[in-house]
């Protein structure tokens, strides 16, 4: 049985970002699949995610279309006090049922609502409703025991108290509309299990709606917010007295750093999970141990990705055995040596076969990972060169190393006397002893110090080997974020967090779902993607400056690179740094910043809550 969340509160009090952001931790933390349901619809699992905007392997509920649409139409007539409140309210409706029918489909144990229909319309109702009862006297102020007779209405059918009728607004076409959802099994009038409302100060939401530059609603304003927070947490008093199981959060986040706010809503729902364990183990790079042809040749393959992506680039998959470079993909998944095929080809003459290869929408994507890679680390590698006498470089999975040695060996050209300064660490499992003595060879005609490290990236001693070292100046985590379950993601960041100079540089990158995650899940591929917010999201949850993650993307915005900062004082692998980030957009970026200032750690969110009940390879830089 799923557990549903909703994330309430007043705009600008960051709760789209917290509902997309809660469940990715949710799944990481607590081994459980964690649904989304919002502007766009997530399923996060430990292992692999079953769902993101593009992806959508068993189906998009129609709901959830029309959700969209009317989210879109509402947008258009905000100024319109007839039409805005019914627009608005139809998209919550369906949004609510595609949630539940999101969770039954792909199996949620937790859902996290963007704001919920009869809470929101409660706690919004009081901006477009008027002062006056219908015959024209002035309305009483509703009361607590009022809302919980209009819960009790909408959701069970019972009458209206004459009392609570005359101090609430007419329900007549909401209790038409809820009746007739009871009636016919529509899944859109419902209240969560728990509920997590962001109290803010309507002046600091007002501050943060002005710094994105968009045109600002009708009742984005200090008099309508004020309205609708307390509105807000009247109909949370109501809700416990209606529903006393109900788990009601109240997180203060006028002055919380975003990482805190997300570690108060892990908090609040965890005692309500029980705990699963992560799925047992995959083959390599994530695949299932079926042979890949039986999965070729079957009928999800075929009809369910292949005729329906055909257009998509999923037409040049059939060719791929009938090239060396592709039988070898075959074969091994995306290895290192794979991944050296990609790159070195890419700017060779090829035959036709071997360029329809090439030119695959991820394989492309990766050449272009490469190319920003090179160009930012150059840069970011030469300034550090230049300011200081040694220059400690962590990278893992290390795999060839295309994306340090290129810029390196371009410094090398102009500046050779900079190379005794370099002290290159780089691990990797290497299962086929085919990194290390390549590595050796490349390093020593550059003439810096490199320490290879075998062993699994995500062993706790293996870390502890990693950390002899000391810190690093800039870290690589590049080409596995996809492929680690994100438990293990996560608890290698923050220890890269809490392993980093105070000045230092954390290059990542990820992938956001398209036609070929289709493919690749019927292919027995298991893999995260990330849209570039919500990977800022992970990011700043785990130690680094999520306000400040710079981040470019290549020509098709399957890949993204991005460059993050450690939080002053972040916690080593053994804490227990947590974070999201209020920032839910990104733009790309030509450079790495070199900024040096960071903040100081900010005090935790007060947080108030009533009856609180094996490392995997994958595409990586050869």
Not at 23 to 30: D, T
Not at 590 to 618: F, K, M
């Amino acid at each position: 049985m799923t557990l549903h969340v909703a994330v309430i509160g007043i705009d600008g009090s960051g709760k789209s970002t917290l509902s997309r952001a809660l469940p990715m931790a949710l799944s990481a933390e607590c081994g459980v699949v964690a649904g989304a349901a919002g502007d766009e619809h997530w399923v996060f699992g430990p292992d692999q995610d079953h769902m993101a905007p593009g992806f959508h392997p068993r189906g998009l509920p129609h709901a959830a279309r029309i959700a969209r649409l009317c989210q879109r139409l509402a947008k258009r007539v905000t100024a319109n006090l007839r039409l805005y409140p019914y627009l608005k309210l139809a998209h919550l409706m369906f949004q609510d049922d595609a949630a539940i029918s999101v969770a039954r489909r792909y199996g949620c144990d937790v859902m996290v609502s963007d704001c919920n229909l009869v809470l929101s319309a409660t706690g919004r109702g009081s901006n477009y409703r008027s002062a006056a009862t219908h015959s024209g006297a002035p309305r009483q102020r509703s009361r607590v025991e009022d809302l919980v007779a209009m819960f009790a209405f909408l959701l069970e059918g019972k009458p209206m108290p004459e009392d609570s009728a005359r101090r609430l607004p007419s329900l007549e076409a909401a209790g038409f509309v809820a009746r007739l959802a009871r009636t016919f099994g529509f899944d859109g009038v419902w209240l969560p299990d728990i509920v997590i409302f962001l109290d803010v100060d309507p002046g600091v939401a007002l501050e943060r709606i002005n710094t994105r530059g968009a045109v600002r609603d009708r009742h984005e304003n200090i008099a309508d917010m004020t309205r609708a927070r307390e509105s807000y947490l009247k109909a949370l008093g109501a809700l416990k007295a209606y529903r006393p199981a109900t788990t009601v959060c109240v997180l203060d986040v006028s002055g919380s750093e975003p990482r805190e706010v997300l570690a108060g809503a892990v908090a609040a729902v965890r005692p309500r999970i029980d705990l699963h364990k992560a799925r047992a183990g995959a083959g390599v790079l994530g695949t299932s141990r079926q042979s890949t042809a039986r999965r070729v040749a079957s009928a999800g393959y075929l009809f369910r990705y292949l005729v329906p992506s055909f257009f998509a680039g999923a037409w040049r998959e059939p060719f791929f055995p009938l090239t060396r470079i592709g039988r070898r993909l075959l074969r091994e998944g995306y290895s290192a040596g794979v991944m050296t095929d990609i790159y070195d080809a890419a700017g060779s003459r090829q035959g036709r076969l071997e360029r329809i290869y090439l030119d695959y929408p991820l394989h492309r994507a990766v050449h272009e990972r490469l190319d920003i890679l090179t160009s930012n680390i150059e840069q970011e590698l030469t300034w550090r060169l230049e300011q200081h006498e040694r220059v400690r470089i962590f990278t893992a999975p290390s795999g060839f190393a295309y994306d340090l040695f290129r810029p390196l060996e371009a410094i090398a050209r102009s500046r050779p006397e900079l190379m005794r300064r370099v002290e290159l660490i780089a691990s990797d499992l290497d299962p086929h002893g085919e990194l290390e003595q390549p590595l050796r060879h490349r390093a020593e005609r550059l003439g810096i110090d490199l320490h290879f490290v075998t062993g699994d990236l995500t062993a706790p001693e293996m870390r502890a080997r990693l950390a002899d070292f000391g810190q690093f100046d800039v870290a690589l985590f590049v080409g596995l974020s996809s492929w680690l379950p994100r438990g293990s993601s996560m608890r290698h960041l923050r220890w890269l967090a809490g392993n980093l100079r105070h000045d230092g540089l954390l290059v990542s990158d990820c992938f956001s779902a398209a036609a070929y995650s289709l493919g690749g899940r019927q292919l027995g591929y298991r893999a995260h993607y990330y849209s570039p917010a919500l990977y800022r999201c992970l990011l700043d949850y785990c130690g680094f400056e999520g306000a400040k993650v710079e981040i470019e993307s290549g020509r098709n915005r399957i890949n993204h690179v991005l460059i993050a900062e450690p939080v002053h004082g972040a916690p080593t692998a053994a804490g227990s740094a947590s974070s999201g980030t209020w920032i839910a957009s990104s733009s790309g970026t030509a450079g790495l910043r070199r900024a040096t200032e960071v903040s100081p750690t900010i005090p935790a969110a007060a947080v108030t809550t009533a009856d609180a009940t094996n490392s995997v390879e994958g595409p990586r830089d050869a």
